[in-house]
């Protein structure tokens, strides 16, 4: 039986005012969400903060990216050692943005997946077509070279501690979310494909969903059968939003 996972994923938004709040409303609700795992990512500079207020909580958090590289001369970049330094646990790799607006590949990303895992971290590996290659019908041909170019790396053993989140890239920010029943289409097709190459840990992997995810459709998407879990953007923001989903779970 997989465990429920809600993560948040703030992006680029927040105040260390308002992270507090938010932080403060999250925990407060926390007594009556059951069985799930809750998990925030926010953005680098404000883990610490995070890492403080969340010090005695059940609430996991993580980074929202992380430099494939050890040390050394990469201006702006935060490598996996100093996300330990902050004990951060999570790390979403090969995000929709960062491959759509920072140009990061397969490689890069299978690499960043190396570096939070090696770190002892857990990646959040996201997936996802675009509308395009949705309608040209490409849809499990882009998720499955997404997801080979990390296991031919890494290798599928390296699922055992990871997560993955389909994430329609359509689905991102503009309230089209999929219909249960498309996502689920997807994740069985994620967990066959690992299937062949490692029973055991397609049974064990959490796949997520990401794409407005709210609390009006929470419920139909956490109640399909291969889907455990979400990665919530927007709906993450809002303390009550948040979790309402986390309920759901
Ligand atoms: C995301 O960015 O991972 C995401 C799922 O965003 P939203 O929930 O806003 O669609």
């Known amino acids: 039986m997989r465990q429920t996972l809600v993560a948040g994923n703030w992006k680029m938004?927040?105040?260390?005012?308002?992270i507090q709040t938010l932080l403060e409303g999250i925990s407060t609700g926390m007594s009556d969400v059951a069985n799930t795992k809750?998990?925030?990512?926010?953005?680098?500079i404000y883990l610490p903060l995070v890492s403080e207020q969340l010090a005695d909580s059940d609430i996991g958090f993580g980074?929202?990216?992380?430099?494939?590289?050890e040390v050394g001369a990469y201006t702006g970049e935060i490598s996996a050692a100093m996300l330990n330094d902050f004990s951060c646990q999570y790390v979403i790799v090969g995000h929709s943005e960062r491959r759509s607006i920072y140009g990061e590949q397969d490689a890069d990303t299978a690499n960043k997946y190396a570096a939070a895992r090696n770190a002892g971290m857990t990646p959040i590996l996201c997936l996802g077509e675009s509308l395009e290659e949705r309608e040209k019908g490409i849809t499990e041909e882009v998720v499955s070279r997404q997801l080979d170019a990390v296991l031919s790396q890494e290798g599928v053993e390296s699922l055992a501690d990871a997560v993955i989140a389909y994430e329609p890239v359509w689905a991102i920010?503009?309230?089209?979310?999929?219909?249960?029943?498309?996502?689920?289409d997807v994740h069985k097709f994620i967990r066959e494909?690992?299937?062949?190459?490692?029973?055991?840990?397609a049974d064990k992997v959490q796949i997520l969903y990401g794409g407005s995810m709210n609390a009006g459709n929470a419920n139909d998407l956490l109640g399909m059968a291969d889907i455990d879990g979400g990665l919530i953007g927007g709906a993450s923001l809002k303390a009550e939003d948040f979790l309402a989903i986390c309920k759901a779970g």
């Open 13 to 18: 938004n927040g105040s260390k005012e308002s």
């Open 38 to 44: 809750v998990v925030v990512c926010a953005p680098s």
């Open 63 to 69: 980074a929202e990216t992380i430099s494939e590289y």
């Open 173 to 184: 920010g503009t309230g089209m979310t999929a219909t249960p029943e498309q996502a689920q």
């Open 193 to 201: 494909k690992i299937a062949t190459m490692n029973a055991d840990i």
